[in-house]
């Protein structure tokens, strides 16, 4: 399978296809037929939508709870963290492609250049950390995609829904119901989303930023939910009201990457600054 970073690369491109431009208001490229979009992509999408949709079960999902919420792995500062999560290289392009530590500055600057307080830009830089469970050799459909709910019935707007057909759980009729095991309106806190790098994340940080920072970390990949709809019959009424939140977030995550590298090195004080105005010196990982 294509390295990591490809594999993102495919997936965002796959995303901004299937929805509008804000910036230029553009229709998205038609949702079925996203043109510009290479047969090859389109392919490690596919094939990434197979295994993750085939193996993220309920199962599955609490077995990496146990495995990785007990935060005993390591202890890291959030600086410490960007410079491990570079470890992830691309060898498809090493020298037009961005490092993490870019790609991260980069949506923390557009988040800044737009006035947004502190805690705002601070979301830009961390959102994507829990992203190192790859280096402890999880495979990508357990870290990155799309998230969803287990434990109930699987919404069409989830991206290629067909193959939730491989999944074992589309045959425990427990879980097929529309709300499966979940009480209506039981608020999403209470329910179990695929597993990935947003809910380690929100894991790790939750005792540190605001309320509407955590919304955007946990639910970032959670696209049935924050651009499609779906699933709001889980949602209790915070979290209706902190979707706002989410949405305001996923341009910058979707559409701040440009060609031109950020200054890292110029950058860093005014990060460290931001950092330790929120966090301590280590966090449990
Ligand atoms: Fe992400
Ligand atoms: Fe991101």
Known sequence: MADVIEVEDALEEFQ???YEDPDTGSEAKGKEDYRDYDAEARATVKEFYRLNHTYQTYDFVQRKKEQYLSLSRRKMGIWEAMEFLNNLVDDSDPDTDLTQIEHLMQTAEAIRADGHPRWFILTGLIHDLGKILCLWDEPQWAVVGDT????????DKVVFPEFFALNPDSQVSEYQTP???YEPACGLDNVHLSWGHDEYLYQVVKDHMPEE????IRYHSFYAAHREGAYMYLMNDRDQEMFAWVRKFNPYDLYSKTPVRPD???LRPYYEELIAEYFPATLRW
Do not use: D, H, N
Request: glycine share 14%.
């Open 264 to 266: 890292v090195a110029a």
């Open 179 to 181: 709300r499966g095991i």
């Open 148 to 155: 969803f709910p287990v434990g109930c019935a699987y919404s």
């Open 16 to 18: 901004k296809g299937r």
């Open 213 to 216: 920072s955590l919304y955007m």
